[in-house]
């Protein structure tokens, strides 16, 4: 008997800061993305993440997905890190629509993932193929004053750190993300932390996401390092829903008059800078829009 062949897993880059055909140079958040996974057992997609060893992998679990009655494309999604299953992964989510839009032509998808139905609109842009996903319902929720100051200490920062204008919440968007906001950039970039405590502080406090710390840069403008610790990985370079959930978080706390768009640079302190673009309208979910590029075989 032969043994099935492996699925195929294309790589890229999603939301590169530097506008190329190609990942040549390190940019943007890599993502594997498996377009049928629909032969693949729990087990068998957990171990193909963990070798591919990125942030997350994503699995398109039916063979060839459906179209409704408007000719759009749904697909059924999931999504692993090296260590475990994740509810949602923004930057898989785009790097996904664009590997289908490059096959399939642009158009409207749906997704169907473990949160529910998230629609992706994906167009041309100057040659280049980009996608734009609407989050589900975005929330917030306080952070209990303990586990506040475990964080602070977890980053080594003090109250005095923090930008008063932002209240330290968590928010959520299709994962739950803690958001602290740093006043000065010599402090953001000084940053440190036991990749260990953050996971286990994580898995206690059930943020499936990241711990988002930002930078207000101006009005609309935010750079973001995003803790997430999983397997070598310690801190995100371009984090999708954590981008949704600050959009989120500004319209409820209303700290910016929407609609209206921010931009958010990622990943400059690990060596892959990042842009993503997040509209934030008056009422229902977060867009959050960029393109992805295939990832060179010698990257």
């Excluded at 996903?133 to 004053?145: Q, Y």
């Excluded at 610790?229 to 910016?256: C, F, K, M, N, W």
């Amino acid at each position: 008997m032969t043994s099935p062949a492996a699925p195929l897993v294309l790589r890229y880059a999603a939301f590169p800061a530097t506008q190329t055909s190609l990942a040549t140079t390190a940019t943007g958040n890599p993502a594997g993305v498996v377009l049928d996974a629909s032969a693949l057992t729990e087990v068998e997609m957990q171990r193909i993440a963990a070798a591919i060893g990125y942030s997350e992998t994503a699995f398109l679990t039916d063979a060839a997905g459906s179209s409704d009655s408007t000719d759009e494309l749904r697909r059924s999604i999931r999504y692993f890190s090296p260590g475990a299953e994740v509810p949602f992964c923004g930057h898989a989510t785009i790097a996904t629509a664009v590997a289908l839009a490059e096959r399939m032509g642009i158009g409207r998808f749906t997704f169907d993932t473990p949160i529910g139905a998230v629609v992706i609109q994906t167009s041309t842009e100057e040659g280049r193929i980009m996608a734009a996903f609407t989050s589900v319902a975005p929330k917030l929720r306080p952070l209990d004053p303990m586990v506040r100051s475990a964080l602070l200490r977890l980053l080594g920062l003090a109250d005095s750190d923090l930008d008063e204008r932002f209240p330290l919440l968590v928010a959520y968007a299709g994962n739950w993300h803690p958001l602290v906001f740093v006043r000065d950039l010599a402090t953001f970039d000084a940053l440190t932390f036991n990749p260990a405590d953050a996971r286990q502080m994580m898995d206690a406090e059930g943020w499936a996401g990241t711990i988002s710390v930002l930078h207000a840069e101006a009005e609309h403008e935010f750079e973001a390092r995003n803790v997430f610790p999983v397997g070598a990985i310690t801190e995100d370079p371009a984090t999708g829903s954590a981008a949704a959930s600050l959009g989120g978080y500004l319209r409820e706390t209303s700290l910016v008059a929407a609609p209206t768009r921010i931009r958010i640079r990622q990943g400059r302190h690990v060596g892959r800078p990042s842009l993503l673009t997040v509209d934030i309208p008056a009422e229902g979910g977060i867009v959050v829009s960029g393109t992805a590029i295939p990832i060179s075989l010698s990257e």
